[in-house]
C-alpha cells in the first residue's frame, strides 16, 4: 500500500514548514510549494490525494488553484487554510470545490483530522 499523498501549497516559509514537519511525522508522503503556479505545476506531476491550500497568496489565490485542481482531478481533497473567517470566505471555499475550510491558527489535530476524513488510502 502507498503513502497518502499530500501537497502543501503555502507562502508563508512558517507554516509551510511547520505543515511538512507535521504531515512527514504522520509518515504521509510530503510535498510543498510556495505558491499557486507551482502548487498547480506539482499537483499535475505528483497526482496529491490531498492538497493544503492557503487562499491569501501572490499570483493565483487559492479560491483559483482549488477550482483549477478540482478540473483536473475531482478526486483530490482539497483543505484550504486561511486567516480570512467570515462566513462568505468559507462559502467561497465551498464554491470551489474545496472539501474542508480551516480558521488560522489551526491545530496538529484540525490539520490531520481535515486530511484524514474521507482521503481514504490510495491503492
Do not use: W
Not at 55 to 75: D, T
Not at 87 to 109: I, N, Q, V, W
Amino acid at each position: 500500500m502507498s503513502k497518502l499523498k499530500i501537497l502543501v501549497v503555502e507562502d508563508h516559509p512558517t507554516v509551510r514548514e511547520v505543515l511538512r514537519t507535521l504531515l512527514g511525522m504522520e509518515d504521509y508522503e510530503v510535498a510543498v510549494a510556495p505558491n499557486g503556479e507551482a502548487g498547480l505545476a506539482l499537483a499535475d506531476i505528483l497526482q496529491p490525494d490531498v492538497v493544503i491550500l492557503d487562499v491569501m497568496m501572490p499570483g493565483l489565490n487559492g479560491y483559483e488553484v482549488c477550482r483549477a485542481i478540482k478540473a483536473r482531478a475531482e478526486s483530490t481533497r482539497i483543505v484550504m487554510v486561511t486567516a480570512r473567517s467570515s462566513e462568505e470566505d468559507e462559502r467561497a471555499g465551498r464554491e470551489a470545490g474545496a472539501d474542508a475550510y480551516l480558521r488560522k491558527p489551526f491545530s496538529p489535530l484540525d490539520i490531520l483530522e481535515a486530511v484524514g476524513v474521507g482521503a481514504g488510502t490510495p491503492e
